[in-house]
């Protein structure tokens, strides 16, 4: 099924995420499995997430933070599904 107007945004995403997961070989899944952000990165992260709930991130700041999170929240679905694949393959 394609994308359609009348498709919500959480269909359309599924979709997506359902398609990604198909390209997945069990080695990928694997590691995708345990990518982990670098202790650099989440200090970062800790830094804009202090700053923001302070109040004092700047818009660019701000812009970045967001930007990471959405990457995030992207490949923690994409790890879910790597999982799904790997409880398949081992018959769980």
């Known amino acids: 099924m394609g994308y359609n107007a009348s498709m919500t945004t959480a269909t359309a ?3 997506l995420f359902d398609s990604v997961g198909n390209c997945l070989s069990l080695e990928a899944a694997s590691k995708l499995q345990k990518l982990r952000v670098t202790d650099e990165l989440q200090s970062q992260l800790d830094s804009w997430a202090t700053q923001n709930s302070e109040g004092v991130l700047d818009a660019e ?3 970045q933070y967001e930007a990471i999170l959405r990457a995030l929240n992207f490949v923690a679905v ?3 599904k790597a999982k799904h694949i790997a ?3 081992s018959g769980s």
Do not use: D, G, N, W
């Open 13 to 15: 995403l599924h979709q």
């Open 78 to 80: 994409l790890q879910a």
């Open 61 to 63: 700041e701000r812009q």
């Open 87 to 89: 409880e398949e393959s």
